[in-house]
Nanobody, 114 residues
């Protein structure tokens, strides 16, 4: 059973940066388009960034130009570099395939506040 483990979240001031990591127990990244999602309490979980097997990326309009998704297939890890963070980026962040193939991990909390 594949397990997804997100890390790297924390408390950061507006304008700051964080780098999230997602590791998997199985060799899934090489075979799948992967995505980062976020969820605010009481709201749906939304895809904010995706990366294909070939490395093409796409982003939600709300994070375009500020977030960068990348992958290291050899390390079974997907990253999300988040710059120029805003209070509205506050959420729990998760990774999964872009079609949500696997059980969700515990996520990592990102809080943007002064």
């Amino acid at each position: 059973q594949v397990q997804l483990v997100e890390s790297g979240g924390g408390l950061v001031q507006p304008g700051g940066s964080l780098r999230l990591s997602c590791a998997a127990s199985g060799d899934i990244f090489r075979l799948n388009s992967m995505g980062w999602y976020r969820q605010v309490s009481g709201k749906q979980r939304d895809l904010v960034a995706g990366i294909t097997r070939g490395g093409s990326t796409n982003y939600a309009d709300s994070v375009k130009g500020r977030f960068t998704i990348s992958r290291d297939n050899a390390k079974n890890t997907v990253y999300l570099q988040m710059n120029s963070l805003k209070p509205e980026d506050t959420a729990v962040y998760y990774c999964n395939t872009v079609i949500r193939s696997y059980s969700w991990g515990q996520g990592t909390q990102v809080t943007v506040s002064s």
